[in-house]
Nanobody
Framework: QVQLVESGGGLVQAGGSLRLSCAGSGTIFNKMGWYRQAPGKQRELVAAITRGGRTNYTDSVKGRFTISRDNAKNTVYLQMNSLKPEDTAVYYC???????????WGQGTQVTVSS
């Protein structure tokens, strides 16, 4: 059974930091990433990383967030610094399995940034 289990969300003041983790199991993952969905808005890609370490970020988090992964642990991380109230959302881990190619989602973790 393939699973993605997230941890690390919470409440933080503006300017603070949080680190999200997503531990995968049951298969080998290619691309892994983080999406977020704020109330009344569409889910958006925050950051993604390939198995080889190539990364991409949405413009609003560049310079503040860092995505990384540990392939041996099948885990992806999102270090979030200089958090802003507009970063408040439910953050979802997303990962694509290698064979067969399929997308998986975590259950989501709430990140709330107070002003």
């Amino acid at each position: 059974q393939v699973q993605l289990v997230e941890s690390g969300g919470g409440l933080v003041q503006a300017g603070g930091s949080l680190r999200l983790s997503c531990a995968g199991s049951g298969t080998i993952f290619n691309k892994m990433g983080w999406y977020r969905q704020a109330p009344g808005k569409q889910r958006e890609l925050v950051a993604a990383i390939t198995r080889g370490g190539r990364t991409n970020y949405t413009d609003s988090v560049k310079g503040r967030f860092t995505i990384s992964r540990d392939n041996a642990k099948n885990t992806v991380y999102l270090q979030m610094n200089s958090l802003k109230p507009e970063d408040t959302a439910v953050y979802y881990c997303n990962a694509d399995s290698l064979v067969p190619t399929r997308a998986y989602w975590g259950q989501g973790t709430q990140v709330t940034v107070s002003s």
